[in-house]
Antibody
C-alpha cells in the first residue's frame, strides 16, 4: 500500500530553520517525481519544490535560495530543508508523488507555523 | 510561475451539472496534455479526480469528466451530490525547467 507520512513541522521563530521529512512506503521515491506543496491557512495550493527522478530540482520563486529539497534513497525519504523562515511561510506542507500523473498520491501534511 | 485562473465559486442543486474552468497560457495548459484536477475537503489532503486532461483514476466516479480547449481546461461534475461540495484545484505541467502550476481554486457549493 502506498503511503506518504510527513513530519518535522512545528512552531519556529522568524529567521529560524526546520527540516521536513516525507517517509514513503509502497513505492520507491528515487523512481518518482516528488514534490512539496503548501497551503497557507484559508488559501489555495502553492508548489514549493520538486525533485525529479533524475535528481533535477525546482523551487517556487518565494522560497528560492531559502529552501532545499533532497532525497535519501536508503531511507526512501524526501526532505525539505527550510531556512530563513518568514511569517508568510506558515502553512500546511504536503508531500506528493507524481502530481500531474496517473499515480498521483499525497500525504496528509504537516503544519509549519512561523511566529514569534 | 503565475497561477492558473479559476472561477472562485460555483454552485448547483443536487442532480444538476456544473463546469469549472481553469485558464492558463500556451506555456502550460495549452502546451501539454498534462492537466490534473484535485478535490479537497476541509482539513484533508487533495484527491486526484482527473489526470492528463481527461483521464479518470480508478475509483473516481464517472460523474467527473475533464476536457480542454486551447489554454483552458474544464472539469464537469454531472448529477451533483452533497459530497461533491469541496474545493477543486487544477494543476498543469509547465515544462522541465519549472514547477507545476496550480489553479487559484474553485469552491463548489451544493445548494
Amino acid at each position: 500500500e502506498v503511503q506518504l507520512v510527513e513530519s518535522g513541522g512545528g512552531l519556529v521563530q522568524p529567521g529560524g530553520s526546520l527540516r521536513l521529512s516525507c517517509a514513503a512506503s509502497g513505492f520507491t521515491v528515487s523512481s518518482n517525481d516528488m514534490s512539496w506543496v503548501r497551503q497557507a491557512p484559508g488559501k489555495g495550493l502553492e508548489g514549493v519544490s520538486l525533485i525529479y527522478s533524475g535528481d533535477k530540482t525546482h523551487y517556487g520563486d518565494s522560497v528560492k535560495g531559502r529552501f532545499t529539497i533532497s532525497r535519501d534513497n536508503s531511507k526512501n525519504t524526501v526532505y525539505l530543508q527550510m531556512n530563513s523562515l518568514r511569517a508568510e511561510d506558515t502553512a500546511v506542507y504536503f508531500c506528493a508523488r507524481d502530481i500531474v500523473g496517473a499515480t498521483a498520491y499525497w500525504g496528509q501534511g504537516t503544519l509549519v507555523t512561523v511566529s514569534s | 510561475q503565475s497561477a492558473l485562473t479559476q472561477t472562485a465559486s460555483v454552485s448547483g442543486s443536487p442532480g444538476q451539472s456544473i463546469t469549472i474552468s481553469c485558464t492558463g497560457t500556451s506555456r502550460d495548459v495549452g502546451n501539454y496534455n498534462l492537466v490534473s484536477w484535485y478535490q479537497q475537503h476541509p482539513g484533508k489532503a487533495p484527491k486526484l479526480m482527473i489526470y492528463e486532461d481527461n483521464k479518470r483514476p480508478s475509483g473516481v466516479s464517472n460523474r467527473f469528466s475533464g476536457s480542454k480547449s486551447g489554454n483552458t481546461a474544464s472539469l464537469t461534475i454531472s448529477g451533483l451530490q452533497a459530497e461533491d461540495e469541496a474545493d477543486y484545484y487544477c494543476c498543469s505541467y509547465a515544462g522541465s525547467n519549472t514547477l507545476y502550476v496550480f489553479g487559484t481554486g474553485t469552491k463548489v457549493t451544493v445548494l
